[in-house]
């Protein structure tokens, strides 16, 4: 299990937005989630949180690759990812060292990724599901066969162009997109089911893959804890989230992406204990 430490370099992400626009800040926050015993950090420049507007490349390359560049710099072992779905974004941050790309689109906003992919054989390749776009995917989100039977077809059709384009699916990680086009409900099913999307059948083969799980301080906790009409505020779901951390590693998740790393190392410490 790895946990992606999430250092958001935007003004508007919905639970930290503004806190690391400094380049000082976003390096004090790094230096913050590596003692806690991040094993990857996220770093994100636009942020997608639901009703979000995009920013232009220019902007997004501005604040994250002098970001990526001084960690490198000052610690070097630590593996980045990049939170991204641009081009030219993925491309500058590749140029400068990072290790995995993750992507909300899957490689459909910008399919030209898959050539970054084959000139970086070693970078690993985030697949999330989203249905529609940041702007777009709350409003009646729906799913005609059920959402783990539709997240699954998705996950399909993202590893077959992948596979024909020669990808070791040894480097996919498969995200199910927890809010992203997803009610209440919607979490919950993904969350009973996560295992579902371990091993995949494709053209008549099993595959198995690893799942990377994104669901720290997101709204259907605050909606869980509070109501559906008035949620609990990002600032309250910390305990939620915690728990519903330590509820994927029992499933089995090999990846948790988190605000919270130093609570959700030591749940993840402790379970490793009880469960030798």
Known sequence: MKILGILNVTPDSFYDGGKYLKIEDALSQAEKLISEGADIIDIGGESTRPGSQPVSVEEEIKRVVPVIKEIKKRWSQVPLS???YKYEV??????NG???????????????????????PDVKIILMHMQ?????MQINPYYPKGVISDIKEFFIERIKFLIENKIDLKRIILDPGIGFGKTTQHNIEILKNLKEFKKLTID??????????????????GRILGSEENPLPPQERYEGSIVLHTYCIL????????????ATKQALKLLSRIME
């Open 98 to 120: 990072v290790e995995i790309i993750n992507d909300i689109y899957a490689l459909r906003y910008s399919p030209e990724v898959i050539n970054l992919l084959k000139i970086y």
């Open 90 to 95: 993925i491309k500058q941050a590749l140029e």
């Open 82 to 84: 990049i939170d991204s």
């Open 251 to 262: 499933q089995g998740v090999d990846y948790l992406r988190v605000h919270d790393v130093k």
């Open 204 to 221: 008549g083969e099993v595959f198995t893959f690893e799942v990377l799980v994104g669901l720290s301080r997101k709204s259907f906790i």
């Open 132 to 136: 529609g776009t940041p702007q777009t």
